[in-house]
């Protein structure tokens, strides 16, 4: 019985249940061969080891579900679906020797498969063998991204035959959309600067810049153009307006460039090679992809772009970037710790590793990371708030607060871009009970960027629950909504503040929402419970206790909430209990709301 046979009745049956049991508790499959590990499970069949890679493959696990449909392909070797599922885990996981081979194998069932016939153009173009890259690229080239990508490489062997105007006309695609124009206006940019076209490569370059000016290798492309060709008051000028539309601090490798401009260091242009030219192409749209949500894809885009040039640095922080998209911090951590070391993109790479290194609960090393970093670089003040982020995360808050101020220290003025250093210290003077130190920071961060929904609902949460400026601190709150109008805990905030103002059916109406927003979070429904009793809807208030209940609290939460489960709500009339349970309602508000805030903050 073939493989989608044999599914079709392994869906109708109970046994899915057993076999996705035994799949969750098994560990990675190792057989790549016709010898199966005994020990797994999933791997003693063909269904077994197929669904075992589906469901890896559902937690990115890109290395298991690889082995799990390798392994599955030991007893159907020619499976169309087991071939095209191996071939994509193992592009995935960047081992070519495997890729080469599935890629052969898939062909012949899907001739124009896009990715196989991709890498084989690649493999052939690696080897020299430039006609056959070229027919490779030709097979593959259906779908937009596809007809794109093929536009893109069959120019760069063009240029590799030394043949330029025919790699430019190949990029003269009107047809193509205008995301896809920007990537063809800046490789006929490139490959005209390197065949030593100026007049050609200019106009091209002007004309990216004027689809998109915030591009950071576009604009280190174009600055490299003009200098190189002797124009370094125009590379300056592009670097500078660069820098100057940008909301952080002057990327490391603008600095640098502008820095050897400066100092009348001859530059060389961005691509010279036309390996390094397809290099460039993947890593550009596998940067786009992840960026835009399609990371699965993404990420075999870099992984190829790898395959031409494994030290790329840029290519190499984005495949790291798509692993922390997909929460898998070790996969991360490996790949940045292969970027090379000594370029200006250090610092910012080992501040990442450290968020890596905090994320796999290893928090002596990150702050030891990042100590090192600040020791190495006095004046920046990336790793002394990366140290706030990771200990103010961990409710470490007297410790944060340090780290904080060394920040702060370090600005010679604060500007708009700096109201995260005061809004975070703020939160952490308010968790450690110094609330006018708090205040004074909120206000800041608030002046220095007055549309923060963290800041304007943080603030006026804060005053709302002490009693005072209520009017500024129900509209503070409200702007945050309005910003912000589909983030569950700023909805719970306006709910919160009117229930501690005694308008429970507004309270609902908002609490309802929050909670339509964040479905498991135990503190909103513990919130709207409290609420639908205020109105008299106490088996929904019930309900939703228990369902808080089930969302696993904090432990000194779990027996007030059942203790309202069983008792409900003390009466309004009964001031001193109503008091005290609205305190601790307080307390576990501004508990939620750091540590949702410090996680969104700490991975930026």
Not at 196 to 215: F, I, W
Not at 351 to 363: G, H, T, W
Not at 395 to 407: G, L, M, N, P, V
Not at 540 to 565: N, T
């Amino acid at each position: 019985m073939r493989l989608r046979s044999k599914l079709a009745v392994f869906r109708s049956s109970a046994v899915v249940v057993a076999a996705l049991t035994a799949l969750l508790a098994a560990g990675p499959a190792q057989a790549r061969s016709n010898e199966v590990d005994e020990a797994d499970a999933p791997s003693r069949s063909l269904v077994g080891s197929y669904l075992a890679g589906r469901f890896a493959k559902s937690q990115n696990d890109v290395t298991r579900a690889a082995n799990y449909y390798s392994t599955a392909l030991v007893y159907d070797p020619t499976n169309e679906v087991l071939i095209e599922q191996a071939f994509v885990m193992e592009a995935s996981a960047g081992n070519w020797d495997r890729v080469a081979d599935l890629a052969d194998q898939l062909i012949t069932h899907q001739p124009q498969n896009r990715l196989a016939r991709l890498f084989l153009g690649l493999a052939a173009f690696k080897g020299g063998q430039l006609a056959k890259a070229d027919a490779q690229f030709i097979a593959g080239g259906s779908g937009p991204i596809g007809e794109l990508t093929t536009a893109l490489m069959r120019a760069w062997v063009k240029r590799a035959e030394n043949k330029p105007s025919e790699a430019l006309e190949l990029l003269e695609a009107p047809r193509q959309a205008e995301w896809a124009q920007f990537y063809l206006r800046y490789h006929r940019a490139l490959i005209a600067d390197s065949a030593g076209r100026q007049n050609e490569a200019r106009s091209a370059y002007q004309r990216v810049l004027k689809q998109d000016s915030r591009t950071l290798r576009t604009t280190l492309a174009y600055a490299r153009h003009a200098a190189h060709w002797g124009d370094a008051k125009l590379a300056k000028s592009i670097l500078r307006e660069y820098m100057r539309k940008s909301t952080a601090a002057p990327h490391p490798l603008a600095a640098e460039l502008l820095d050897k401009i400066e100092a009348g260091t001859p530059i060389d242009l961005m691509i010279t090679k036309p390996g390094d030219g397809m290099a460039e192409v993947l890593y550009g749209l596998g940067e786009a992809l992840t960026t835009e949500g399609g990371v699965s894809i993404g990420i075999i885009y870099l992984q190829l772009s790898l395959f031409l040039e494994p030290n790329q640095p840029l290519a190499l922080a984005a495949l790291a970037h798509a692993y922390e998209t997909m929460r898998d911090s070790a996969a991360a951590l490996k790949t940045y710790e292969r970027i090379p070391g000594g370029t200006p993109l250090q610092n910012a790479i080992d501040v990442r590793k450290a968020f890596n290194l905090n994320s796999l609960d290893q928090v002596d090393a990150a702050k030891a990371m990042l100590e090192a970093v600040a020791a190495r670089t006095p004046g920046d003040i990336s790793p002394y708030d990366a140290l706030g982020n990771i200990l103010r995360a961990r409710k470490r808050y007297e410790e944060a607060i340090t780290y904080y101020s060394k920040a702060i220290e370090l600005l010679p003025k604060p500007e708009r871009q700096h109201w995260s250093y005061f809004y975070s210290r703020g939160t952490c003077y308010e968790r450690t009970k110094q609330w006018p130190k708090a205040e004074a920071d909120l206000k800041k961060a608030m002046a220095l960027s007055p549309d923060q929904p963290l800041v304007l609902n943080y603030l006026g949460y804060s005053w709302i629950d002490q009693g005072k400026n209520l009017k500024q601190g129900f509209e503070l709150i409200e702007k945050a909504v309005s910003l912000k109008p589909d983030d569950g805990y700023i909805v719970d905030s306006l709910g919160w503040a009117h229930f501690r103002m005694g308008r429970y059916e507004e309270a609902v109406r908002y609490l309802e929402r929050a909670v339509e927003l964040r479905p498991d979070d135990p503190v909103l429904n513990d919130h709207l419970g409290d609420a639908l009793w205020r109105v008299g809807r106490v088996r929904e208030a019930r309900f939703q206790w228990d369902q808080s209940l089930s969302l696993g609290p904090e432990p000194e939460e779990v027996d007030k909430i059942r203790k309202k489960l069983t008792s409900g709500l003390p009466s309004v009339t009964d001031t001193r209990t109503l008091k005290r349970a609205k305190a601790a309602s307080r307390e576990t508000r501004r508990v939620k709301r750091v540590e949702s805030t410090a996680g969104t903050d700490a991975l930026q």
